[in-house]
């Protein structure tokens, strides 16, 4: 199957999905707008074609800047599909949507849509300010798609509500790198505390490691390690890292409390395998790809139960769920899960062979074929 890939950014899910996809014997092709002006106009990367499209400015742009570019995109990509035409879209984030629904239109290819998160629930669980434009925008895409690939049910739920038949939506999650994430090999040591939490994400307000923090106060024989923002040398110039540093004095936690920076991907499993527990404490995340990631090393997680991880984290099972936000509540999970190594281990062993059997990318790229197949079928049905 000829699969076209559209993004207005650089997406690791993009990239995952359409290795494997490329793995499973698909010709895909990743349509992404160019946002950096050495960015060659086409590469081959993990069996996979990248073209960067030139709509706007070649630099990083705000969703409130980036849809003045949309129609060039959309006339882009058009032109490229009338040519060489794919046999279907895979539309990923709003932006793209509009414009592959644009192009597709034109060209009679159809189009599955996959928007991540919705502006409605970024107001309302994120509290961010979004585009005007945007709802109705996600509205008419949803509508007008011939399918929706929701990353999660949460998301599923969220299409529904625009009004779009259950029918044509189907949950394609997100993965894990199964030949690196595995419980085997190294385990980075720990330090004066002889229990250890992990979390790991950007540094952001929206990915909730201020309770994660507030939770240590019931956990004195704990540390927290956090990954991720900048290199470790440059983590004083960043503004969350400073305010998780000085929250964390406010807390009387400080000493248990240590900001790592970067970690390269490889390096993460070793960080992950040395701890009792990884923590996944965001206001929303669609995919719950940290907690996937600890899973398969055959860690457990405590997790808030929002979108992708009250998919993926099975309560009890696999690892504990908490509401988001509610740090006696986290603290609560973590003192019954750090320092019981049998429910650890037990928790773990679950994590790991629900991981491996229903989250590697392979599985994932199926599930996502078989949703392409549904949607060139119900193209063929309406001509």
Not at 166 to 172: N, Q
Not at 360 to 373: H, I, K, L, N
């Amino acid at each position: 199957m000829r699969i076209a890939m559209v993004s207005d950014r650089a997406n690791t899910h993009v990239h995952n999905l359409s290795a494997a996809l490329a793995r499973g014997g698909h010709e895909v092709t990743v349509y992404m707008r160019r946002d950096d002006p050495d960015k060659p106009d086409e590469v081959t990367e993990s069996g996979y074609r990248v073209v960067a499209v030139p709509a706007g400015p070649a630099e990083p742009l705000p969703d409130a800047e980036l849809s003045a570019h949309m129609d060039e995109f959309a006339r882009f990509v058009r032109e490229r599909w009338e040519a060489e035409p794919p046999d279907v879209v895979h539309a990923h984030h709003w932006l793209p949507g509009l414009a592959a629904m644009s192009a597709g239109e034109v060209t009679g290819v159809p189009v599955v849509q996959t928007f991540h998160t919705v502006a409605d629930l970024e107001r309302r669980r994120l509290g961010d300010e979004q585009p005007r434009e945007r709802a109705g925008t996600e509205r008419t895409v949803a509508n007008e798609a011939r399918w929706i690939a929701a990353t999660c049910n949460d998301e599923l739920r969220d299409v529904v509500q625009m009004g779009v038949s259950r029918a044509r939506i189907s949950v394609v999650s997100g993965g894990v790198d199964l030949d690196l994430f595995v419980p085997e090999g190294e385990r980075q040591p720990r330090e004066k505390y002889p229990h250890r939490l992990v979390a790991a994400g950007d540094l952001l307000p929206r990915n909730g490691f201020v309770t994660a923090i507030a939770a240590l106060r019931a956990l004195p024989d704990t540390e927290l390690v956090i990954a991720g923002g900048p290199d470790k040398s440059e983590l004083g110039a960043d503004e969350h890292a400073r305010f998780l540093r000085s929250f964390a004095g406010s807390m009387n936690v400080e000493d248990q409390v240590r900001l790592v920076g970067h970690v390269p991907h490889e390096e993460m499993p070793a960080l992950l395998r040395s701890a009792d527990a990884v923590v996944c404490t965001p206001w929303y995340d669609p995919f719950g790809t940290v907690a996937l990631e600890a899973m398969a090393c055959g860690v457990p997680v405590v997790a808030a139960a929002v979108g992708g991880l009250a998919d993926v984290v099975v309560d009890g099972i696999t690892g504990l769920l908490v509401t988001p936000r509610k740090p006696r509540e986290l603290a609560g999970a973590l003192r019954r899960l750090v320092g019981q190594r049998a429910l650890g281990e037990q928790f773990g062993a679950a994590g790991r062979d629900r991981a491996w059997a229903r989250f590697g990318w392979d599985r994932v790229a199926g599930e996502a074929a078989r949703v392409y197949e549904r949607a060139t079928a119900d193209q063929l049905t309406r001509a």
